[in-house]
């Protein structure tokens, strides 16, 4: 193994064990507020059940609590006689939520079916699922309950596992098309990114979702040059997976047919740019994995992308204040794009490619490495298009995350890490200390995280689901 190899592999591991340790206190604090809760509970839902209970009905609720000071709180939830409305339904009645009151719910399955197997697995000899729902707070960096660790670890591990499993692609696909440096790093940008270091702390989809998603672009990346039928069809798995994960994932695949046209466009044969072989595979086994789902909803409600009017009943009948903090956020467009970079400035970085972007849109030639940006962007733009929602470009509120936009942080931090590689690449030729540049990189990067690791702590420790 060359010396070089070994040092990024070296400065790979230390920027993972950072990662770690800013997220080691997610398995003491609570993992049960909003959406958490119900995937949790839908996970027991398919471990008693399977796909036919996979709804919020049913379902019975208790709390325990084992200590005062400090104040240790546990939820569990079980099965209740069929027919029964169940606790967490006649909640979401009372607090205007009663479209989750459904016979299927409309979440994708995948990140609920991976907790099951997760407490199959740590906590199968139990008869309950259990999480955390009081908040130490501040106190968890000197307090560290044991039977909070033991009770939950089950549901926190596997956010974690999968927040780190996004970091180590992110490093992947940037050393793969790029260089050590650019993987490197964008995996400290991913590692230091409030976003993320919140959704670790989260029972959410977005960290699972975006592992799958990086996972397929790499491998499409990958094989496509190769002109590989397996790695294509991996690719594609990986892709039908994400979309089992959360369904936003499907934008994936218009993006990396575009990609394809782009990187086919010399050929004369117009019908095979636009049905390429390779392509059709990554589509054909996408739609294999996922269809089961698609198939299932369409069984249930008569339509295979069927969403609940959660936002026009919530606004109406809202009684959380959920809905009227997040409707008087800025407008999606500007949320997206001045919000992103205000967490993470350095993410600005990834603007100084666009022009490259643009001419390889207009025909420049592209190598591999300018292939692979391509199609960086075109994963970036899917997402963006989507959720800034342009066609409602004079809409004064949004109702949206900073979660929603994540599956494409992956892309974002690999550009920014390609737009500051090239100013050290013009600062290297005009100075004879080839050190410098990488220390003053270095030195903005940990400014980048010393600026967004507060916030990001800040909502961590109020338990807020806002960000």
Request: aromatic share 16%; hydrophobic share 50%.
């Amino acid at each position: 193994m060359k010396l070089k190899k070994i040092i990024s592999l070296g400065l790979l591991a230390l920027i993972l064990c950072f990662a770690f340790f800013l997220r080691r206190d997610a398995f003491w604090l609570p993992h049960w507020k909003g959406d958490q809760g119900h995937y949790a509970v839908l996970s027991m839902k398919l471990d008693l059940q399977g796909l036919d209970g996979y709804h919020l009905r049913e379902v019975g609720l208790g709390n325990k609590i084992i200590s005062t000071d400090p104040k240790i709180e546990f939820v569990f939830f079980r099965l209740l006689p069929a027919g029964d409305m169940g606790d967490i339904l006649r909640i979401l009645h009372v607090v205007g939520q009663g479209y989750y009151d459904e016979p299927l719910h409309y979440r994708a399955p995948l990140f609920s079916y991976v907790l099951m197997l997760s407490h199959r697995l740590f906590d199968g000899d139990k008869k309950f699922y259990a999480l955390c729902s009081s908040n130490l707070a501040e106190q968890v960096v000197k307090i560290k309950p044991k039977i909070i660790m033991t009770t939950q670890f089950w549901a926190a591990v596997v956010p974690i596992f999968f927040n780190l499993a996004v970091i180590l692609m992110t490093f992947f696909l940037g050393r793969q098309f790029f260089n050590d440096r650019v993987g490197l790093w964008a995996s400290f940008l991913m590692a230091s990114n409030p976003v993320s270091l919140t959704l670790a702390y989260r029972l959410l989809v977005e960290d699972l979702l975006t592992f799958l998603v990086t996972l397929s672009v790499f491998l499409y990346l990958l094989f496509f040059r190769k002109k590989n039928i397996f790695g294509a069809f991996a690719a594609g798995a990986a892709a039908g997976l994400a979309v089992l994960a959360k369904q936003t994932a499907g934008l994936l695949l218009p993006a990396v047919w575009l990609y394809t046209l782009f990187s086919e466009r010399k050929s004369k044969n117009i019908v095979g740019i636009a049905l390429n072989p390779y392509f059709l595979i990554y589509a054909l086994a996408a739609v294999l994995v996922s269809a089961f789902w698609f198939l299932k909803v369409y069984q249930v409600f008569g339509n295979p992308i069927h969403q609940p009017g959660s936002v026009f009943e919530g606004i109406q009948n809202d009684r959380t204040g959920w809905f009227y903090a997040v409707s008087h956020r800025p407008p999606p467009f500007l949320f997206f794009s001045v919000g992103v970079i205000y967490l993470s400035p350095i993410f600005g970085f990834a603007l100084l490619r666009l022009r490259k972007f643009y001419r390889h849109c207009g025909g420049d030639p592209m190598d591999e490495s300018g292939s692979a940006e391509m199609m960086l962007w075109l994963w970036i733009l899917a997402f963006f298009v989507f959720i800034t929602e342009p066609w409602h470009v004079l809409v004064l509120m949004g109702d949206q995350e900073h979660r929603f936009f994540y599956g494409a942080y992956p892309a974002i931090a690999i550009l920014s890490a390609l737009g500051v590689d090239s100013l050290r690449l013009k600062w290297s030729r005009s100075t004879q200390h080839r050190w410098l540049p990488d220390t003053a990189i270095a030195s903005l990067l940990w400014v980048n995280a010393l600026w967004g690791i507060p916030k990001a702590m800040k909502v961590i420790y109020q338990n807020n689901l806002l960000f």
